[in-house]
């Protein structure tokens, strides 16, 4: 199993900046890609951003330009920073990570950070 601890969630004005940070635990060498999602109120979850061992990456194209996604293999860490926030961006963070590079499955969660952006 693997277990996904994430941290940095808050609240900040509109125009902040925010860093997500999950921790990956446990059978490691099973994980392969490392991904955000999130979900708001009424709404899906959705993608966020995404990231390959190898470090390939894909955003939404909502936060293209104002969010990066990282990771650091030695720690197992992912980040994620999101700048220029938007009161759009408020919504529940998840951290997923997925046994393969795919980028679209999701075998393990963490338990979620809230984010909110206020105008």
């Known amino acids: 199993q693997v277990q996904l601890v994430e941290s940095g969630g808050g609240e900040v004005q509109a125009g902040g900046s925010l860093t997500l940070s999950c921790a990956a635990s446990?059978?490691?060498?099973?994980?392969?890609?490392m991904g955000w999602h999130r979900q708001a109120p009424g709404k899906q979850r959705e993608l966020v951003a995404a990231?390959?061992?190898?470090?390939?990456?894909n955003y939404a194209d909502s936060v293209k330009g104002r969010f990066t996604i990282s990771r650091d293999n030695v720690v197992n860490v992912v980040y994620l920073q999101m700048n220029s926030l938007k009161p759009e961006d408020t919504a529940v963070y998840y951290c997923?990570?997925?046994?393969?590079?795919?980028?679209?499955?999701?075998?393990?969660w963490g338990q979620g950070t809230q984010v909110t952006v206020s105008s």
């Open positions: 990231i390959t061992r190898g470090g390939n990456t």
């Open positions: 446990g059978s490691i060498v099973r994980v392969a890609a």
């Open positions: 997923a990570a997925g046994r393969t590079n795919m980028m679209t499955m999701w075998d393990y």
